[in-house]
């Protein structure tokens, strides 16, 4: 069976392709001025050092009827991370001390009842754990100060059942992207949420991070695709009637959304599924600079046309896109744009699509044809990869994003393009990009990459002021402080400003389901 890596991105044995590997460290030996004193591989998993279990774990495994109880290392260690930045440096220097006390591989939902109340009479953390991709420290287990128990969720992975005619399926939680796709694909249907994370993430994790995939703009975020959901709470299973729409009450399953495994565990949803694509239409414009193309999506939009894919890269981005692909690049700002249709829906959408490509060309945009689309399709998924190749020689590289209103959007942009320069080139060699990921009526999403050459020894140092530095400028000009990635603890400071009216909410909700402070304890907000 394939195993994760513990201290990277994908499958153990899976890499980014050599060849280009090499290209780009030439480019970046003379750009960012690395030498060999600069490389820093991994520690090896021999080299870490675990504290003994606290939990009688034996005393768990007898009271569980299907699942398993793990307290191998590989499983302690890979279980205390997620896979932020700030997570594979700690994990590769092996200067985590606190891990897990031991891991739970839920296979019937059933037991959740048993683990739960376990942890509540033992006093033990449980952290729900999807496939561990977040990048905010929801998975985070070394900050706990109780003893920890993991919950992994994804052997719960099975499409329930499925209503062709409603276009819902019931799915298990633990299910991750491509095995949600394959079952559904059983029933010609499909969900359409595909976030960069598709591969590793699971249905249960989007919900509770409120994930958005790069469809988004037609489909939705995650919170938009659920119509019920099921979620085991220390005080008992919480599940909303399964109808279209409801006025019976507030709306439960986005209670959930966000919840990041403070409040249960998501067990089940039921999802709101689409008819598989036969036809796609793509295609990219250039245009002059960034707030240009900016302009014409929001025009796109405000035509009421929804294109399920939208993205524009900023000069920056687009620069270095087409140097990592080895395409030209003749300057400006990339604008792609994907649709998709079935045999009925066609014709409306060839409309749609043409009329889109009149206003991108009326905005001042150049038709970059085909092409383009299909190429930095295939490095969206590769991307993540290469952070493991630039982490081995002392390249700081994050990515961070939030959201923000049409008429806030640019100023927003430079603001924190602004800071985060200020925080790199204060003291070293880097860069900072930036893409519109998702279009809404109301305004836009901006995700941020940046990349930066840290002193040996000081790479979380200079992370942190450079997500120090975007983070206070998101804040005080109008951002969220996330849009996608959720709260966990890294954004927890920032979040307490975003969210104080509504912490009173919150917390209510909180204690009343989880009174004892058992689930996740110390994401989101402290109590
Ligand atoms: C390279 C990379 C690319 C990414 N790209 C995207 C992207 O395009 N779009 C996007 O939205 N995000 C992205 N992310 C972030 C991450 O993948 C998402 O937050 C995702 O939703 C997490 O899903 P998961 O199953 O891995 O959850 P986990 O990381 O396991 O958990 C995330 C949070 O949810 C809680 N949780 C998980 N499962 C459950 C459950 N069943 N019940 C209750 N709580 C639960 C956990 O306790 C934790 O707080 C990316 C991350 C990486 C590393």
Redesign the pocket.
């Known amino acids: 069976m394939k195993r994760l890596k513990w201290n990277g991105?994908g499958y153990e044995g899976e890499e980014f392709p050599q060849d280009r590997t090499k290209k780009i460290i030439e480019v970046l030996r003379s750009f960012l001025g690395i030498s060999e004193d600069d490389f820093s591989p991994s520690v090896n998993l021999e080299q870490i050092n675990l504290p003994d279990p606290k939990i009688d774990y034996q005393l768990l495994q007898r009271k569980l009827k299907v699942s398993s109880v793990s307290v191998e290392k590989y499983d302690r260690v890979l279980n205390s991370s997620?896979?932020?930045y700030k997570n594979l440096v700690r994990l590769r220097k092996g200067i985590i001390k606190k891990f897990p006390d031991a891991v739970v591989y839920v296979k019937d939902k059933n037991d959740i009842f048993e683990i739960l109340s376990f942890c509540e009479n033992e006093k033990i953390a449980c952290?729900?754990?999807?496939?561990?991709?977040?990048?905010?420290g929801?998975?985070d287990t070394e900050e706990i100060s109780s003893p920890v128990l993991v919950c992994d969720?994804t052997y719960l992975n099975k499409v329930v059942d499925v209503d062709t005619k409603s276009l819902t399926s019931r799915v298990q939680?633990?299910v991750?992207g491509p095995n949600l796709e394959e079952q559904l694909r059983n029933y010609g249907l499909a969900l359409r949420h595909?976030?960069?994370?598709f591969y590793?993430?699971?249905l249960?994790?989007?919900?509770?991070?409120?994930?958005?995939?790069?469809f988004s703009s037609r489909y939705g975020k995650?919170e938009d695709m659920i119509q019920s959901i099921e979620?085991i709470t220390p005080r008992g299973i919480v599940k909303n009637f399964d109808v279209p729409s409801t006025a019976c009450g507030p709306d439960i399953p986005r209670a959930f959304a966000g919840?990041?495994?403070?409040l249960?565990?998501?067990?089940e949803a039921v999802v709101k599924c689409h008819k598989i694509p036969t036809k796609k239409f793509s295609t990219a414009f250039v245009f002059p600079d960034f707030e240009t193309a900016c302009e014409a999506a929001r025009r796109i939009i405000h035509s009421e046309i929804f294109p399920p894919l939208l993205r524009i890269l900023d000069e920056r981005e687009h620069m270095i896109s087409s140097l990592l692909s080895g395409r030209p690049y003749e300057g400006g700002s990339l604008l792609l744009l994907g649709f998709e249709s079935d045999d009925e829906t066609e014709n409306i959408v060839r409309i749609e699509f043409e009329k889109t490509s009149q206003i991108c060309i009326k905005s001042g945009g150049k038709d970059e044809g085909k092409m383009r689309f299909e190429d930095w399709k295939k490095e969206y998924f590769e991307?993540?990869y290469l952070?493991d190749v630039l982490m081995d020689f002392c390249i700081v590289v994050d990515t961070l994003e939030t959201a923000t209103s049409w008429s806030n959007l640019i100023n927003l942009y430079r603001k924190v393009k602004e800071a985060m320069e200020q925080a790199i080139f204060s003291e070293t060699l880097g860069g900072v990009t930036c893409r519109v990921?998702h279009v809404y009526t109301t305004g836009a999403s901006l995700y941020y990459s940046f990349f930066a050459k840290a002193q040996k020894g000081k790479e979380e140092e200079l992370w942190w002021k450079i997500k120090k530095s975007a983070s206070d400028a998101i804040s005080s000009y109008g951002g969220t402080i996330s849009h996608?990635?959720?709260v966990?603890r890294d954004h927890k400071i920032w979040a307490q400003k975003e969210l104080k009216d509504s912490l009173v909410f919150l917390k209510g909700l909180k204690l009343s389901l989880d009174p004892k402070n058992i689930m996740?304890p110390g994401?989101v907000f402290d109590i």
């Open positions: 991105w997620g896979k932020s952290v729900p754990r999807g496939g561990g991709t977040s990048v905010v929801g998975v969720l939680a633990g991750r595909y976030p960069q994370s590793f993430s699971t249960g994790g989007w919900i509770a991070a409120r994930s958005a995939g790069h995650i979620v919840s990041e495994g403070i249960g565990i998501i067990t991307q993540p952070r990921t996608h990635h959720g966990g996740n994401a």
